[in-house]
């Protein structure tokens, strides 16, 4: 089956900035594309306090979720707590990597209810700067009504952990052969060239543009694994010269020869 591409915006709150959102919006619903939309619960994110507080906001949410977009639970309050970099090793701070399990269930079973509360069903969730470890994957399972997890570099969703893993790969278009591609939007900090880009994509993939729920999960194939183990090293090596230490790495944690036809597998087959 050729790629299938999903959109997601990400940091949809109270505070949000229409002006900035409402173009994004306006091209979806010229191209039928159904995004997930991560909204913050309990947006308590000092970078998004500064705007004015819509009273209306979860009038919205509401209104998305008529539209057909699938709500995501974005974190608690969109705070970052530590510099623990998680799972994937994206990003060197989270909201909750490294927070004890009662902390994380807690926060989680309460974003969960606030939606609940809303009339939003949001079973999506996006963990903020897509920082989360295995407690949180075990928080995520003891809240009925979350399925999914909107994160991690594998090719096609998957089932890991009792969750469906909706892949996020990507924070621009890139045309790809195979696979489930996310591409993740921050409306807030993006431009015109941006809107323009994904304008141009969405005119020449209209079709491959997927429904994320709609999606078949299987169990973790070996490109996968290997494209989500080379995705972990880059990320963690990807400032400065760490050729040495990557190849140490490498050499350390597997047999070389496998890795090398793994990953030349693994690169044929996107
Ligand atoms: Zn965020």
């Known amino acids: ?8 915006f990400d940091d949809a709150s109270e505070y949000m900035n229409y002006r900035k959102w409402d173009p994004f919006f306006e091209l979806i619903e010229q191209y039928g594309v159904k995004p997930i939309v991560a909204v913050i619960p309990f947006n308590n994110d000092p970078i998004f306090l500064k705007r004015s507080r819509d009273d209306k906001f979860w009038d919205t949410v509401r209104m998305w979720q008529v ?26 701070y989270s909201e909750f990597a490294g927070v004890p399990l009662e902390r994380q269930k807690e926060m989680i079973s309460k974003a ?26 075990r928080a995520i399972r003891e809240v009925p009504g979350i399925k999914y997890i909107s994160d991690g570099y594998f090719i096609n969703p998957i089932i890991r952990n009792g969750l469906y893993w909706i892949p996020q790969q990507l924070w621009s278009p890139v045309e790809k052969r195979k696979g489930v591609w996310t591409i993740c939007y921050h409306p807030e900090t993006s431009n015109d060239s941006s809107l323009k880009i994904l304008k141009e994509f969405l005119e020449s993939n209209r079709s491959s543009i997927a ?24 990320y963690k090596f990807r400032s400065g010269n760490y050729l040495k230490k990557y190849l140490k790495l490498l050499n350390e944690t597997f ?4 890795i090398i036809i793994l990953s030349l597998l693994s690169l044929q087959s996107l």
């Open 1 to 8: 089956m050729p790629a299938r591409y999903i959109i997601r």
């Open 67 to 92: 539209k057909g977009y699938h709500i995501g639970i974005h974190g608690f309050e969109h705070l970052y707590r530590n510099h623990n970099r998680g799972i994937l090793g994206i990003n060197k």
């Open 112 to 137: 969960y209810t606030k939606f609940k509360d809303e009339g939003i069903h949001a079973e999506i969730f996006v963990a903020p700067a897509h920082s989360f470890d295995k407690n949180t994957l």
């Open 211 to 234: 429904d994320p729920l709609s999606l078949e999960f299987r169990s973790m194939g070996i490109a996968d694994y290997v494209f989500s183990v080379l995705m972990k090293i880059y």
């Open 255 to 258: 047999d070389f020869k496998s």
